[in-house]
């Protein structure tokens, strides 16, 4: 938090703590038996607006307005964030100047770290995270060029850097989509489902525009419509927005299969043309809630999945992130072991 906060930041000493940490996820998740492991995001203070250390443009602290679900729920807000320790203590900062990428230390750091934690660990394949053009548009709004599609272009054109560099260095992206659903009723809330989906199809259009030097199977696209324990009963619906997202390049695409909004959506993927170059990872571990997801349920969540498309297609994954925002975590790290250890256990018994 010193370096969000603007207090002492010694650069080499973050980079050792973050490196320690990052070989120790690795391990854990090796151990745990995760074939395909993740660096944790370690470096960054949450999924989406670490973006303001690695690109220029970018100042202030934006309020934000509620989530459509959460706004008649003054109380269950406040319980929400003392549960979280007090709220989401990072600065949502608006697009005031000029994007350009300027964090090449960071990303060259976080691909050391991760380089020689799997190299440490003996694993062989592995993911880094980087926010989707479209998401950096969602948390941190424009006030400096003249049209929303400027905007997100500009982004995109910027953090092209950070894609490709993962990709080259031998690690898969992953590209955080939740624009193309949470924002719905979230950051683009004032727009009407025209418009949104207008905005969905444009920030498709730019992810592909942006990553089309890079190989689709080396791709992951996350859609999600928010990581925490709400209503969610202005979520908008798969089947709206689910032709984009067969559009979008990425081969992998992950989504929430599991919690009780979004599990049902099985259907729509039964009644859409698949195309077989795609490979889905649906969530099958519910990523708000201290439950430990039995093996069996995992494997009952999958079994469709792998009826649609084949188990060569099919990776078993979590509805999304344990602790998307640094210092922020609903479920037990202990909890989460088990959680995993069942999400391995349920993928052989679904392979079986």
Same mark, same amino acid.
């Given at each position: 938090?010193?370096?969000?906060?603007? %207090?002492?930041?010694?650069?080499?000493?973050?980079?050792?703590?973050?490196?320690? +940490?990052?070989?120790?996820?690795?391990?854990?998740?090796?151990?745990?038996?995760?074939?395909?492991?993740?660096?944790?995001?370690?470096?960054?203070?949450?999924?989406?607006? !670490?973006?303001?250390?690695?690109?220029?443009?970018?100042?202030?602290?934006?309020?934000?307005?509620?989530?459509?679900?959460?706004?008649?729920?003054?109380?269950?807000?406040?319980?929400?964030?003392?549960?979280?320790?007090?709220?989401?203590?990072?600065?949502?900062? %608006?697009?005031?100047?000029?994007?350009? !990428?300027?964090?090449?230390?960071?990303?060259?750091?976080?691909?050391?770290?991760?380089?020689? +934690?799997?190299?440490?660990?003996? #694993?062989?394949?592995?993911?880094?995270?980087?926010?989707?053009?479209?998401?950096?548009?969602?948390?941190?709004?424009?006030?400096?060029?003249?049209?929303?599609?400027? !905007?997100?272009?500009?982004?995109?054109?910027?953090?092209?850097?950070?894609?490709?560099?993962?990709?080259?260095?031998?690690?898969?992206?992953?590209?955080?989509?939740?624009?193309? /659903?949470?924002?719905?009723?979230?950051?683009?809330?004032?727009?009407?489902?025209?418009?949104?989906?207008?905005?969905?199809?444009?920030?498709?259009?730019?992810?592909?525009? #942006?990553?089309?030097?890079?190989?689709?199977?080396?791709?992951?696209?996350?859609?999600?419509?928010?990581?925490?324990?709400?209503?969610?009963?202005?979520?908008?619906?798969?089947?709206?927005?689910?032709?984009?997202?067969?559009?979008?390049?990425?081969?992998?695409?992950?989504?929430?299969?599991?919690?009780?909004?979004? /599990?049902?959506?099985?259907?729509?993927?039964?009644?859409?043309?698949?195309?077989?170059?795609? #490979?889905?990872?649906?969530? #099958?571990?519910?990523?708000?809630?201290? !439950?430990?997801?039995?093996?069996?349920?995992?494997?009952?969540?999958?079994?469709?999945?792998?009826?649609?498309?084949?188990?060569?297609?099919?990776?078993? %994954?979590?509805?999304?992130?344990?602790?998307?925002?640094?210092?922020?975590?609903?479920?037990?790290?202990?909890?989460?072991?088990?959680?995993?250890?069942?999400?391995?256990?349920?993928?052989?018994?679904?392979?079986?």
């Amino acid at each position: 938090m010193d370096r969000e906060t603007g %207090s002492r930041f010694d650069r080499a000493e973050f980079d050792a703590v973050m490196a320690a +940490a990052v070989a120790d996820l690795v391990r854990w998740q090796r151990d745990l038996g995760i074939d395909i492991v993740s660096d944790g995001e370690m470096s960054k203070i949450t999924y989406s607006t !670490y973006v303001k250390d690695r690109m220029t443009g970018f100042a202030g602290d934006t309020p934000r307005q509620p989530a459509l679900d959460l706004a008649p729920y003054p109380e269950l807000r406040q319980r929400m964030a003392a549960a979280s320790g007090g709220g989401q203590a990072f600065a949502r900062q %608006s697009c005031v100047g000029p994007v350009a !990428y300027a964090g090449h230390d960071d990303l060259k750091a976080d691909l050391t770290a991760m380089r020689t +934690a799997m190299d440490a660990a003996g #694993v062989e394949r592995g993911f880094l995270n980087a926010a989707s053009p479209g998401l950096v548009t969602a948390f941190q709004p424009n006030e400096h060029y003249a049209t929303h599609d400027d !905007y997100v272009a500009a982004v995109g054109a910027a953090m092209r850097t950070e894609y490709e560099a993962i990709v080259d260095a031998g690690f898969d992206v992953q590209l955080d989509c939740p624009d193309l /659903a949470m924002a719905r009723h979230t950051g683009f809330q004032t727009l009407t489902d025209a418009e949104f989906l207008a905005r969905v199809a444009l920030h498709v259009d730019v992810l592909n525009d #942006v990553t089309r030097g890079i190989d689709p199977d080396r791709m992951r696209m996350h859609v999600c419509w928010g990581n925490y324990e709400g209503p969610h009963d202005h979520d908008i619906a798969l089947e709206r927005i689910i032709d984009a997202v067969l559009r979008a390049r990425p081969a992998t695409v992950l989504f929430e299969a599991a919690n009780p909004r979004h /599990a049902h959506e099985i259907e729509v993927w039964r009644q859409v043309d698949i195309p077989d170059d795609k #490979v889905l990872a649906p969530g #099958v571990i519910v990523s708000t809630s201290n !439950y430990v997801d039995h093996p069996r349920h995992v494997a009952q969540l999958l079994a469709p999945f792998v009826e649609l498309v084949g188990d060569d297609r099919v990776i078993a %994954s979590t509805d999304c992130g344990f602790g998307t925002f640094a210092g922020i975590g609903r479920v037990d790290p202990d909890v989460v072991g088990k959680k995993l250890r069942s999400l391995v256990e349920g993928a052989d018994l679904a392979s079986r």
